[in-house]
């Protein structure tokens, strides 16, 4: 955690005593030498001691990240201690110069106290400051982190949205709308689990159109795609979001009906039929009419995905042998 420029000055300042001041504090001090690399104050150390640097230079170091504090001459350290008497210290204070420092201790401060009551006064007002501006520099740098934490998690919102967005992209079929066979590949499993572990039915729908070669070999690919893209608006409308409809070919679809009873499944498939047949074309030709082949069956459990789709084949092939446009349901 960083302090910005403008309370570091105003904390230096805080604790920046005058020459006047100086000169009284040390008049009641004790004096010694201290030397670079010096530890004068450990965190977690118990004292009462105030210390003012007379010469050389102290860096006073925080847990939890805090920035570290770097005092100089007329600078003071240590004072919550003095002011509050015998207490865990809160920082480690490390000498990086050779330099003085006087110790004022509490027998000091008593007869401070006695002959000079404006200066202990000035220290407790400089102390309250200190505290009060070192708790709104936190507050502020508290702020600059919360919003640099709100510009970080808006950044992955929208990565993850982009990353979404490419995901279902490459999930897609382009044309429909509806899903493709790479995610069917990737979904049938998850599936197939949900419900075994579930204990719930799943019906696998396979959808082949019938008459849809004429229309691309006498209207044109155009015409075809347009039928396609209509036959993706009909299957989504007879689907629900935890289907997972997809266009595994040119006219070939395949649906995964999840958690749904086999009288509802099969409702389902004879109605989405029944929408195929009801299409109408105009925009290509009033007389344009498809139809489509639907075999469905019933996941049944412990069997493998080639077994659940060679079972979904035969079915759509019984529907194609024995007239198209119809559906073979296998509960």
């Known amino acids: 955690m960083t302090i910005a420029a403008p309370w570091e000055d105003t904390l230096a300042s805080i604790t920046r005593l005058t020459d006047a001041e100086v000169e009284q504090l040390t008049a009641y001090a004790m004096r010694r030498e201290m030397r ?63 330099g003085v420092l006087y110790a004022i201790d509490r027998p000091a401060m008593a007869r401070l106290e006695r002959d000079c009551p404006h200066l202990v006064c000035s220290l407790l007002h400089r ?20 919003r640099e934490l709100e510009g970080a998690l808006d950044y992955l919102r929208r990565t993850r949205e ?9 999930n897609t079929d ?31 729908v396979l959808v082949d159109l019938d008459r849809f070669k004429p229309v691309n070999d006498t209207y044109g690919h155009a015409a075809g795609d347009a039928v396609l893209r209509s036959l993706g608006v009909v299957i989504r409308e007879n689907v629900r979001s935890r289907d ?22 099969r409702e389902r498939a004879e109605r989405l039929r029944s929408a195929i047949a009801a299409l109408q074309f105009p925009e290509i030709a009033p007389d344009v009419r498809i139809d489509a082949s639907i075999g469905a069956i019933a996941y049944q459990p412990g069997e493998s995905e080639s077994d659940f789709f060679a079972r979904g084949d035969k079915a759509l092939y019984e529907a194609k042998r024995t007239g198209r446009g119809r559906v073979i349901f296998v509960a």
């Open 127 to 146: 102390t309250c400051a200190y505290l009060v501006a070192s708790e709104q520099a936190l507050i502020d740098d508290l702020r600059r982190q919360n």
């Open 244 to 265: 997972l409809p997809c266009r595994v070919g040119g006219d070939e679809f395949a649906i995964l009906l999840s958690e749904i009873g086999p009288e509802t499944a």
């Open 36 to 98: 670079a690399g010096e530890v004068v104050v450990r965190v977690n150390d118990r004292g009462d001691t105030m210390y003012l640097i007379g010469a050389g230079a102290v860096e006073v170091r925080f847990d939890e990240g805090k920035a570290k504090k770097e005092l100089g001459p007329g600078q003071y350290f240590g004072e919550i201690a003095l002011f509050t008497g015998d207490r865990a210290r809160t920082a480690t204070a490390v000498a990086t110069q050779d």
């Open 162 to 170: 982009e990353l979404d967005a490419a995901e279902l992209q490459a």
């Open 174 to 204: 382009a044309l429909t709308g509806l899903y493709n066979r790479r995610c069917l590949g990737d979904q049938i499993a998850k599936f197939m689990t949900r419900s075994a572990a579930r204990g719930s039915a799943l019906f696998l």
